[in-house]
Each structure stands twice: as structure tokens, then as C-alpha cells.
């Protein structure tokens, strides 16, 4: 089992600047990928980016390549970070950190086992 909790949501402006933590907890995630997702209102959940634990190796989607960057750092915690720059309105949405054992990235989310609770951002115009 894996326990992810999502903070740092929150209002920003257009053009602004959120980091997205992600705290997970139990198994060992040596072969996981730890991916973001998004839900906007009416829309289906779509894939942001992903991390390979043990490599560190990152994937994104289009939408937002070039201005969001997910890290992990394995200290006295267990942490994924998303962080988003160049903010838009089209942004806003619930994001969710999720688990999955795979070899190679995952966009889908039917390829993630574990979930968080979610947290919104809103980016106003």
C-alpha cells in the first residue's frame, strides 16, 4: 500500500507561480512511477506528468512542457513535487498525485494504483 497526500493548492494570477508537494508513505516506491493528474469541472482526469522514482526520469504533457517540472526528493520524507510556472486560466482544475509500478511512464490513469485526495488550483485572468 501507498499513501499519498496532496498540499499547496491555492489562488494565483495568471502568469504566477504554485509548487505542488505530494507526501507519500508505506511501500518502498523504488519501481514506481509517481505521476501527476488533473480534473477541471465536467472534464475528464488527464495526465500532467510523471517521475521515474529510482532515475528520476520525467515526462510531461504537452500542455504543459515547458513550464511545469516535477522533482522527488527521498530524505527524511518521501516527496514529489510539482512545480508550475507561466500559470493560465486554463490551468485551474483538482490535481492529484498518484502511485504505479510500470517500466516505462504512464499518461493513463488506469495504469496508477494509488491515488491522493487532491488539491485545487485556481488561476484567475
Known amino acids: 500500500q501507498v499513501q499519498l497526500v496532496e498540499s499547496g493548492g491555492g489562488l494565483v494570477q495568471a502568469g504566477g507561480s504554485l509548487r505542488l508537494s505530494c507526501a507519500a508513505s508505506?511501500?518502498?516506491?523504488?519501481?514506481?512511477?509517481m505521476g501527476w493528474f488533473r480534473q477541471a469541472p465536467g472534464k475528464e482526469r488527464e495526465f500532467v506528468g510523471t517521475?521515474?522514482?529510482?532515475?528520476?526520469?520525467?515526462?510531461y504533457a504537452d500542455a504543459v512542457k515547458g513550464r511545469f517540472t516535477i522533482s522527488r526528493v527521498n530524505v527524511k520524507n518521501t516527496m514529489v513535487y510539482l512545480q508550475m510556472n507561466s500559470l493560465k486560466p486554463e490551468d485551474t482544475a483538482v490535481y492529484y498525485c498518484?502511485?504505479?509500478?510500470?517500466?516505462?511512464?504512464?499518461?493513463?490513469?488506469?495504469?496508477?494504483?494509488?491515488w491522493g485526495q487532491g488539491t485545487q488550483v485556481t488561476v484567475s485572468s
Open positions: 498518484a502511485a504505479g509500478s510500470m517500466v516505462l511512464p504512464g499518461t493513463r490513469v488506469g495504469e496508477y494504483d494509488y
Open positions: 508505506g511501500r518502498s516506491l523504488s519501481s514506481y512511477y
Open positions: 517521475i521515474n522514482w529510482r532515475r528520476g526520469f520525467t515526462s
